[in-house]
C-alpha cells in the first residue's frame, strides 16, 4: 500500500467506534479495497481517495454497517461512561482543591518542591544505554527500512529506524519530502513544530492563529510563528531574557530534552530547569525518564540532528506525563508532582493520550 491509500486508512482507522476484533476485520477490507484502488491508480492523490471513497470518518460509518449495531451501542456506551468517570474524578479533585486552597486563607502558594533525584557533579553528554531502547528490526516484525524507503530516498542513511518510522506513520514527521536528511540539524522553529504536532496528535492544526502582539519580538511573520506561539502557551519553549526566540537557532541535545520535559508536565521552576544548572537537571531528569533510550552515544551540547530528535521524541511519547497536586502543610500549601494515570491507576502516555494509539497498534 502507497503513502497516500495509508494515510487514508489510519485516518479511517480513528474513526472507527467499535471493538478491536471488528475494527480489525473491517480495516483487512478497507485495506484491500484501497490497495486495489492503490494499483489501478498509482499516482492518485490524497484527494482522490476522498472523491472515489468518501471522506475517511463517511467510509468508516458506511464500513461500520457490517458490524451487529448492539455491539457498537454497547462500545460507545462503555466509552462514555469511561469518560464520565474521568469528569467526576477530575471534578471531585476540583472541589477538594478548592476545599483545601479556602482552608490555606488563599495564601500564596510556596515554591514547589524539586522531584527526589540523585544530584550529578558534572554532565554526562554519552549517556549509557537506558531500560528502554529502540525496537530492534527483528524477523517477524515491522520492516521499517521498506516502510522509510516509500517516503525518503535517503532512508538508507537514517539511524533510528524505528523511531524516525514511528512517527512518520503518526504523521509528527512530512512524509511528502522526497528526502527525509538525518543529519540536518533541528532549527527552533522545526522543534516548535515537531512538538505542535506531537501535543495535537498528529495533526497540524490550520487555526491555531498569531497574536497582535507576538510573545517573541523576533518571530512575527516567520513560517513556524503560530507553532512558537502554541508551544509557548503551553509553556513547552521559552525566549532569552531579550525576549527574543531566534526560531533559526540550532537546537542541541539539552534544549530539545527541556523541551520535551515541558511536554510531558515537568514544570521549569518546580524541576529547576532554569540558571546555570538547567542543563544538569536536565541530563538527570532525561534519564529518569527514559529519554536517552536507544542511544549509544551521544555529544549533547552538539547540534541535534533530525535522525536523533527523532528518537527523543520516540522515547517521550511512550514517556508517563506529570501532574502536580497541591498539598496542605499547617497552613501553607506546597506542591507535588505525580505521574499522569488513567482511572484505573494504569499510566497515561503521550502516544495514548494525544494519539489514541499504542505502540504495538501502528502499522508500517
Same mark, same amino acid.
Request: hydrophobic share 40%; with cysteine.
Given at each position: 500500500?502507497?503513502?497516500?491509500? &495509508? !494515510?487514508?486508512?489510519?485516518?479511517?482507522? !480513528?474513526?472507527?467506534?467499535?471493538?478491536?476484533?471488528?475494527?480489525?476485520?473491517?480495516? *483487512?477490507?478497507?485495506?484491500?479495497?484501497?490497495?486495489?484502488?492503490?494499483?489501478?491508480?498509482?499516482?492518485?492523490?490524497?484527494?482522490?481517495?476522498?472523491?472515489?471513497?468518501?471522506?475517511?470518518?463517511?467510509?468508516?460509518?458506511?464500513?461500520?454497517?457490517?458490524?451487529?449495531?448492539?455491539?457498537?451501542?454497547?462500545?460507545? &456506551?462503555?466509552?462514555?461512561?469511561?469518560?464520565?468517570?474521568?469528569?467526576?474524578?477530575?471534578?471531585?479533585?476540583?472541589?477538594?482543591?478548592?476545599?483545601?486552597?479556602?482552608?490555606?486563607?488563599?495564601?500564596?502558594?510556596?515554591?514547589?518542591?524539586?522531584?527526589?533525584?540523585?544530584?550529578?557533579?558534572?554532565?554526562?553528554?554519552?549517556?549509557?544505554?537506558?531500560?528502554?531502547?529502540?525496537?530492534?528490526?527483528?524477523?517477524?516484525?515491522?520492516?521499517?527500512?521498506?516502510?522509510?524507503?516509500?517516503?525518503?530516498?535517503?532512508?538508507?542513511?537514517?539511524?533510528?529506524?524505528?523511531?524516525?518510522?514511528?512517527?512518520?506513520?503518526?504523521?509528527?514527521?512530512?512524509?511528502?519530502?522526497?528526502?527525509?536528511?538525518?543529519?540536518?540539524?533541528?532549527?527552533?522553529?522545526?522543534?516548535?513544530?515537531?512538538?505542535?504536532?506531537?501535543?495535537?496528535?498528529?495533526?497540524?492544526?490550520?487555526?491555531?492563529?498569531?497574536?497582535?502582539?507576538?510573545?517573541?519580538?523576533?518571530?512575527?511573520?516567520?513560517?513556524?510563528?503560530?507553532?512558537?506561539?502554541?508551544?509557548?502557551?503551553?509553556?513547552?519553549?521559552?525566549?532569552?531574557?531579550?525576549?527574543?526566540?531566534?526560531?533559526?537557532?540550532?537546537?542541541?541535545?539539552?534544549?530539545?530534552?527541556?523541551?520535551?520535559?515541558?511536554?510531558?508536565?515537568?514544570?521549569?521552576?518546580?524541576?529547576?530547569?532554569?540558571?546555570? *544548572?538547567?542543563?544538569?537537571?536536565?541530563?538527570?531528569?532525561? !534519564?529518569?525518564?527514559?529519554?536517552?533510550?536507544?542511544?549509544?552515544?551521544?555529544?549533547?551540547?552538539?547540534?541535534?540532528?533530525?535522525?536523533?530528535?527523532?528518537?527523543?521524541?520516540?522515547?517521550?511519547?511512550?514517556? *508517563?506525563?506529570?501532574?502536580?497536586?497541591?498539598?496542605?502543610?499547617?497552613?501553607?500549601?506546597?506542591?507535588?508532582?505525580?505521574?499522569?494515570?488513567?482511572?484505573?491507576?494504569?499510566?497515561?502516555?503521550?502516544? !495514548?493520550?494525544?494519539?489514541?494509539?499504542?505502540?504495538?497498534?501502528?502499522?508500517?
Amino acid at each position: 500500500m502507497d503513502k497516500t491509500a &495509508q !494515510r487514508y486508512l489510519n485516518e479511517v482507522r !480513528r474513526a472507527l467506534p467499535c471493538p478491536k476484533e471488528d475494527r480489525d476485520r473491517l480495516l *483487512t477490507d478497507a485495506e484491500a479495497m484501497l490497495d486495489s484502488f492503490a494499483q489501478e491508480n498509482p499516482n492518485a492523490f490524497y484527494s482522490d481517495y476522498v472523491n472515489s471513497f468518501g471522506p475517511p470518518k463517511d467510509f468508516a460509518q458506511e464500513i461500520m454497517s457490517q458490524v451487529d449495531p448492539e455491539v457498537v451501542h454497547l462500545y460507545r &456506551q462503555r466509552r462514555k461512561r469511561i469518560a464520565l468517570a474521568i469528569l467526576l474524578v477530575l471534578a471531585a479533585l476540583a472541589v477538594f482543591l478548592l476545599g483545601r486552597w479556602s482552608q490555606a486563607g488563599r495564601s500564596e502558594p510556596t515554591a514547589p518542591p524539586v522531584e527526589t533525584v540523585t544530584p550529578t557533579t558534572e554532565l554526562t553528554p554519552e549517556p549509557a544505554q537506558t531500560d528502554t531502547p529502540a525496537p530492534a528490526e527483528t524477523d517477524g516484525g515491522p520492516d521499517y527500512a521498506a516502510y522509510l524507503e516509500q517516503f525518503y530516498t535517503d532512508a538508507a542513511d537514517i539511524q533510528y529506524k524505528p523511531a524516525v518510522a514511528t512517527l512518520a506513520a503518526l504523521h509528527v514527521w512530512d512524509t511528502g519530502a522526497s528526502e527525509f536528511q538525518p543529519g540536518k540539524t533541528v532549527s527552533r522553529a522545526m522543534a516548535a513544530r515537531l512538538l505542535t504536532a506531537t501535543m495535537c496528535g498528529g495533526e497540524l492544526p490550520t487555526d491555531l492563529g498569531v497574536k497582535d502582539t507576538p510573545t517573541f519580538s523576533d518571530i512575527r511573520g516567520h513560517w513556524a510563528e503560530a507553532y512558537i506561539e502554541y508551544c509557548a502557551d503551553l509553556g513547552i519553549i521559552t525566549g532569552d531574557s531579550g525576549g527574543n526566540f531566534d526560531p533559526e537557532g540550532e537546537v542541541n541535545a539539552f534544549a530539545f530534552i527541556k523541551m520535551l520535559l515541558g511536554a510531558l508536565g515537568y514544570d521549569a521552576n518546580a524541576y529547576r530547569l532554569t540558571g546555570d *544548572t538547567w542543563a544538569v537537571r536536565a541530563d538527570e531528569l532525561a !534519564r529518569v525518564t527514559g529519554l536517552y533510550g536507544g542511544f549509544e552515544s551521544l555529544n549533547s551540547n552538539a547540534p541535534l540532528t533530525y535522525d536523533a530528535a527523532s528518537q527523543f521524541l520516540y522515547n517521550a511519547l511512550q514517556a *508517563t506525563p506529570k501532574v502536580v497536586v497541591p498539598l496542605q502543610t499547617g497552613g501553607e500549601v506546597s506542591w507535588q508532582y505525580q505521574d499522569a494515570t488513567h482511572p484505573d491507576g494504569t499510566p497515561r502516555t503521550l502516544l !495514548r493520550d494525544r494519539f489514541n494509539i499504542e505502540l504495538d497498534e501502528i502499522e508500517f
